[in-house]
C-alpha cells in the first residue's frame, strides 16, 4: 500500500474511509521541518497548548468558557502518540482540567497560572499565592473607582492573580485603556506583574512566563521536538522560547490560533489556524497522521507550498 505523505492533501470521501484531513503546511521551512520531525519521532515529540482562544473559544464570561469536545477527543488520541501533552494557561491549572476535561486524557501535564502550578494524574502542585496578592486585592476596587472604569468593567479573582475584563463594557479597548496605567502602578506598587490580553489585564506574581514553564518542560522530558500553539498575548514568550530552542537546534513549531483581535500575533507563527476549531482540525490531523501511519525518519518530505494567510 502506497503510504501518503505528511502534507499530501488526502481527500476525504465515503469510497475512502482511511483518508484524513490534510495536514496544514507551515509557511516556514523551519516551521515544515519541525513538523517533520514530530511526525517522524512522536513519542519524543511535545505539544503544548494554550486553553482560552485556543482550545476553547472566547466567551464573556470566563467562567463559561469550555473546551471545544472535538479539542478533548483529539487531545487523547494524542495522548497515546505523542510523547508530551501540555496544556500551558493563565487559569489555575485546576480549572483548565475541568474546563477541558483534561481527566480523561492520560498522561497530559497542566501548567496552570502561566506554570506556577502543575497538575499531572490529578495531583496538583501549588506555591502559597504571592505576597502583595491580597494588598492589590483591597486596593483594586478603590483603583477602579478612582479610574472611572467603565461600567461592565469587571474583576475576576483567580486565586493567585486578579484579572480586570473590560469585554463586557460598550467600548472594550476605550475601557482597557482607561484602566491600563492605574493597574500598572498598583502592581508596581504590590510586587506584582501586569499580563495584558484580550479584552483583560492582569495582574499576577512575577517570575513566571509560558515561555519559561515551556523551556523546563521540554528540558524534563528531553522532547525532540515541540510544537507550541496559543492565541494571545501571554502567549509570547512561549512562541519565543520555541524560537530560542530552534536556534539551539531543537526542532520546533510555533502556531497561532488566529483571531481579529490579535491580529499581530500570527506574523510571530509559523502556522496560523483559524481559532479553536483550526487547532481542533491541526490536532485531529495530526492524530489522524499518526494513527495510520508510521513515519519511518528521513522520510518525511514537506514540500514548498505557497501559504495562506
Ligand atoms: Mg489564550
Known amino acids: 500500500m502506497r503510504v501518503p505523505q505528511p502534507t499530501e492533501r488526502v481527500p476525504q470521501s465515503a469510497e475512502s474511509p482511511k483518508s484524513f484531513p490534510a495536514l496544514p503546511v507551515p509557511r516556514s521551512e523551519t516551521g515544515r521541518a ?15 497548548l494554550d486553553f482560552d482562544g485556543t ?13 471545544l469536545p472535538a479539542a478533548t477527543a483529539a487531545l487523547r488520541r494524542l495522548s497515546g502518540l505523542v510523547g508530551t501533552l501540555a496544556i500551558i494557561t493563565g487559569r489555575p491549572a485546576r480549572e483548565a482540567v475541568a474546563f477541558a476535561s483534561l481527566e480523561e ?5 497542566v501548567l496552570g497560572h502561566y506554570g506556577r502550578q502543575r497538575w ?41 492573580a486578579l484579572a480586570v475584563h473590560t469585554r463586557r463594557t460598550a467600548d472594550p479597548r476605550a475601557a482597557l485603556e482607561r484602566v491600563g496605567a492605574p493597574l500598572a502602578k498598583l502592581a508596581a506598587e504590590t510586587g ?17 512566563d509560558k515561555g519559561l514553564a515551556l523551556r523546563e518542560l521540554v528540558a524534563q522530558r528531553d522532547a525532540g521536538a515541540v510544537l507550541y500553539g496559543g492565541d ?32 499581530d500575533l500570527a506574523q510571530e507563527a509559523d502556522l496560523v489556524v483559524d481559532g479553536p476549531e483550526g487547532v481542533v482540525a491541526l490536532l485531529t490531523a495530526l492524530a489522524d ?19 495562506k494567510g
Open 105 to 109: 486524557v492520560p498522561g497530559i501535564v
Open 34 to 48: 519541525a513538523l517533520a520531525a514530530l511526525l517522524a519521532d512522536p513519542a519524543r515529540s511535545l505539544i503544548g
Open 232 to 263: 494571545d498575548l501571554g502567549d509570547r514568550p512561549a512562541f519565543a522560547a520555541v524560537r530560542e530552542l530552534r536556534a539551539a537546534g531543537l526542532p520546533g513549531l510555533v502556531v497561532c490560533s488566529g483571531s481579529a483581535e490579535v491580529s
Open 55 to 67: 482550545l476553547a473559544p472566547i466567551v464573556p464570561e470566563p467562567a463559561q468558557a469550555r473546551a
Open 289 to 307: 497522521a499518526l494513527e495510520a501511519h508510521s513515519w519511518p525518519p528521513g522520510n518525511v518530505d514537506v514540500p514548498e507550498v505557497t501559504p
Open 192 to 208: 506584582l506583574a501586569v499580563e495584558p490580553g484580550r479584552m483583560v489585564i492582569e495582574l499576577r506574581p512575577p517570575g513566571a
Open 120 to 160: 499531572s494524574g490529578g495531583t496538583l502542585t501549588a506555591p502559597p499565592p504571592p505576597a502583595g496578592l491580597a494588598e492589590a486585592r483591597d486596593r483594586l476596587p478603590a483603583v477602579l473607582e478612582a479610574a472611572r472604569a467603565a461600567e461592565g468593567t469587571w474583576v475576576e479573582d483567580k486565586g493567585d
